[in-house]
Every structure is written in C-alpha cells, then in structure tokens.
C-alpha cells in the first residue's frame, strides 16, 4: 500500500450516540441484525468504543477486494486505557506516544457488515483464530478490531506501513534499480516469517509481492492469512488449490501437497519477481513448469543468488525449509535498514516525478485538442 494516495474517506461524523456507553454485550450495543452478524467475532471486538472517537482523519491508502484500507491519526485525547483488546506492548507504546505528545498513526481496514451476512467475515474469523497469539517482528498482525455502527462496517485496526514489495516492482518499469542485496534483505525478512509460522505447523500460501509489505523503518512484514492453514506435522497433506498461478508450487496444482512445503517455492518466484520486475512465467503463452524460466540478464546475478533460486524450485520431496535457506550465501548477504528506507524515499521521488509527467501529457493533450 502506498501512503499519500489521492484518495479521501467520507468526511466523519461527530461522536456517535454509544460515545458514552459501556455495554456488557454486543446487544446492548448494537441493533438487532448487527448483533447476530457481529456475535461470532465478539471474543476479538473491542466493545466499549467508538472508534470514530478514537481514529481521526482517516484517508484511503488502499482498496482490496474485502474493504479499504485507511491511514488514521489517534487522537490526542483518547482514553487509551478502554482500548481493552491491545496487547499491553502496544498499549504501552501508544500510552508512551501519547503522554511526549507525538503523533501517532495507524492503518484501519474497513469490512463492510451486510445483514445476510458475508463470506468476508466467515474468512475473517477464520483469519483471527489462525494468527491468535501469532507476533512476531516480520509479520503483520491485527492489533484490535471494532464495529462502526454509523456506517456498518468492521475497522481492523493495524500497524500503518509504507507499502508493498508488488509497488516497488512497478517502479522498476520506471527506472528503480533493486540490487542483490537489497532483494536478499527482503528474502531474509520473509524467511524469519516463514520459520516463525513453522514452528506453529501454520502454512501461509499465498506469498508473493503483495502480501509482503515495507514500513517506515525499512522492515518487511507478511501479510493475509486469508488463504493459511494449520496442520499437523505428522499429516501436513492438504486438498485444496489455493494461491495466484505465477507463485503456485506446481504440487499444488497436481493434487494433494505437503502444505508446508508450498511457501518456499513462492519465496522463490517472489525473488525471481524482484529479480526481472514481473513474476515467473507472466510473459510466456505456456503453462507454468516445474522450473523457473530464464533470467534475461544472468550474468548480473552472483552464483549464490543463482544457487538460492535453483533450491527454492527443487521438488518437494528435497525443497529446503525456511531454517535450511537462512544459513543460504545469497540471504546473509543483504544490505542494511538505511538502505532499505533510502529506497523507500526513492519510490516516492519516482512516483511524484511519474505524476509531473503524466500531468504535462494531459496538459499536452487538452491544448492539441482545443487547437484542433
């Protein structure tokens, strides 16, 4: 997601009537429908806020397919002891900011709440029970989540980040450079992810640029656990095709998989992505294969590079794990924080000189047109 979109929320409304109710129970709170839709989500809502009352200014940053996701400002005179469902680490930190007078901000995703009910929110609950307890430094966790009755709709409050890895790749059309060791910095991130989530036999399956994001401190976190399942060590085959065919282990695709097996073939395409600014096999009319295609610039890449992506596509039966490839030449090469926030900075002064040219092209386009 990219901050400073030009996209704007709906202006907010004043305080809403509940500001100053504490309900016991989401029926004293909510009308009858919202009640029933919300009462399977009831053990992670935050119940006695508003959060209209708590989260200002909020401007659209992104839009997927389940809801928007907004950046919001928390406001200065919020009573952060009520927010009951933040860890105490992130209570303590906002508590913190807001004593020295900073200003704080955070991601909101919006779910819009329908009366028959949505599949979004059964993916939601879903998503919730899986990452319960789940925190860690490279993965993105859902901090709390309220209920909007002024608009309907769920906010799932988050940590605001600056943007994802699948926005970095578009500006390489426009002349960003992404080096070795920068690409390695990102594999690192995610690998530390994905050993984390092994150790609790959870299995993401769906990684790939747009579920890996960047914050403002230059450190990668992973994202959606929509399409991520939990099994048991000992019988860790599932059914089920999930994922986008350009990251797609081709296990999956064949029949039942070792589920904890798929991700590092999606790491793989995810460096190859990096590597060529397209994801493997995007470009070409056939179907995926068992192996990457060919670089078109190999001789820019180190042999651990090559090597690393060579043992991502191996097959399942002798894929290394995310332990095995953190030890790998290419991962441990990778440059700093510095350099990472430095390419942040970068992207921003591409997209700002992108949108100079676009508007001097329509310029040019409404005086040729007016002189024809």
């Not at 594999?187 to 036999?201: I, P």
Request: hydrophobic share 40%.
């Amino acid at each position: 997601m990219t901050l400073g979109g030009p996209f704007t929320a709906p202006p907010i409304p004043g305080s809403s009537p509940f500001s100053s109710v504490t309900p016991i129970t989401p029926n004293q709170r909510y009308r009858g429908w919202l009640s029933e839709i919300v009462e399977p989500l009831e053990e992670f809502i935050d119940e006695p806020i508003d959060p209209r009352d708590y989260y200002l200014d909020l401007t659209e940053v992104a839009e997927g397919e389940s809801g928007s996701v907004y950046a919001a400002r928390i406001s200065d005179n919020a009573n952060l002891a009520r927010l009951s469902k933040l860890s105490p680490l992130i209570k303590a930190r906002d508590v913190e900011g807001q004593a020295n007078g900073e200003t704080m901000f955070v991601a909101i995703k919006t779910v819009p709440i329908l009366p028959s009910g949505s599949a979004k929110l059964d993916e939601l609950r879903k998503e919730l029970n899986m990452i319960r307890g789940i925190m860690h430094g490279n993965i993105l966790g859902m901090h709390a989540l309220y209920v909007d009755s002024v608009e309907d709709s769920l906010w799932i409050r988050m940590e605001l980040m600056e943007r994802s890895l699948a926005d970095v790749v578009v500006l390489c059309e426009e002349g960003l450079v992404l080096q070795e060791r920068v690409i390695a910095r990102f594999t690192h991130d995610t690998l530390e992810a994905l050993q984390f989530l092994r150790t609790h036999n959870i299995a993401h399956r769906d990684i790939r640029s747009d579920n890996l994001l960047l914050n403002s401190q230059g450190i990668l976190k992973l994202t959606d656990f929509s399409n991520a399942v939990k099994v048991s060590p000992n019988s860790p085959i599932v059914h089920d095709t999930v994922g986008i065919l350009y990251w797609q282990a081709p296990e999956v695709r064949a029949g039942p998989y070792n589920a904890l097996k798929i991700d590092i073939w999606s790491v793989g395409a995810t460096v190859w992505e990096l590597a060529q600014a397209a994801p493997p096999f995007a470009d070409s009319t056939d179907p995926p294969t068992d192996r990457w295609p060919k670089l078109s610039k190999p001789e820019i890449f180190s042999p651990a590079f090559h090597e690393f992506l060579r043992l991502c596509s191996e097959p399942a039966s002798s894929r290394p794990d995310a332990q095995e490839l953190l030890k790998n030449s290419f991962v441990n090469n990778t440059c700093g924080r510095p350099v990472v926030r430095q390419l942040l900075q970068q992207c921003t002064a591409v997209e700002k000189l992108v949108s100079q040219r676009q508007e001097l092209e329509e310029e040019d386009e409404q005086a040729t047109l007016m002189i024809s």
